[in-house]
């Protein structure tokens, strides 16, 4: 199979580049490996950088993060009691058109 000119091969789309190229068959082995080997190594330098910012800044991250789920918690109770008025509400009003 040939590869068109400006046609992505899978590791190309993997890694989001566009090496626009002509190759007979077989070719898209070699572009998916070297594509794969790229990402891995953008994925490695990723890993190093979370690495580095968890040293500066980790405790400072862990403060944020217990906040953060805190304020997710409350809000769920909150919106469990809200739940609980509105069902309330809805059957007083359903009490009210059952008299009428």
Known sequence: MD??????VEGEKMYGTQMQMTCES????VDYATA???WGKVELLKEKVK???DQRYGAKLD????????VVAEKA??????EDKEEK?????EELYEEA
Request: charged fraction near 35%.
């Open 3 to 8: 590869i068109q000119y400006g046609d992505p």
């Open 26 to 29: 077989g070719c898209r082995e």
């Open 36 to 38: 794969l080997s790229k």
């Open 51 to 53: 690495q580095k910012m």
């Open 63 to 70: 403060k944020l993060a217990e906040l953060i789920v805190e």
């Open 77 to 82: 109770k909150k919106g469990e009691e809200l």
């Open 89 to 93: 509400l809805a059957k007083g009003f």
